[in-house]
Nanobody, 116 residues
Framework: QVQLVESGGGLVQAGGSLRLSCAASGSIFSINAMGWYRQAPGNQRELVAAITRGGNTNYADSVKGRFTISRDNAKNTVYLQMNSLKPEDTAVYYC??????????WGQGTQVTVSS
């Protein structure tokens, strides 16, 4: 049974930083892409950042230069370093892990709140 455990969300003032982590376990299949999405109240879930197994990255325009996605393949873990946070970054952040053969799985979500 695939399990994704997210951590690192919280409340921070504008300009501050947070680091999210998502650890995957429970599958014998290899992990392809890993990513972070977010959903603010009243909005659709949107891609924040993604990273391939080889380390290629993709970012939403709104977070470029502020957020950095990384992964540790040995630990099946993906990270999102968020700097220079803005109130508009407030949302529930979800990790998504794409496995070979069995598809994508979502984390439970972690709340990030940025106060002005």
């Amino acid at each position: 049974q695939v399990q994704l455990v997210e951590s690192g969300g919280g409340l921070v003032q504008a300009g501050g930083s947070l680091r999210l982590s998502c650890a995957a376990s429970g599958s014998i299949f290899s992990i392809n892409a890993m990513g972070w999405y977010r959903q603010a109240p009243g909005n659709q879930r949107e891609l924040v950042a993604a990273i391939t197994r080889g380390g290629n990255t993709n970012y939403a325009d709104s977070v470029k230069g502020r957020f950095t996605i990384s992964r540790d393949n040995a630990k099946n873990t993906v990270y999102l370093q968020m700097n220079s946070l803005k109130p508009e970054d407030t949302a529930v952040y979800y990790c998504k892990i794409d496995y070979a053969h069995i598809g994508g799985y979502w984390g439970q979500g972690t709340q990030v709140t940025v106060s002005s």
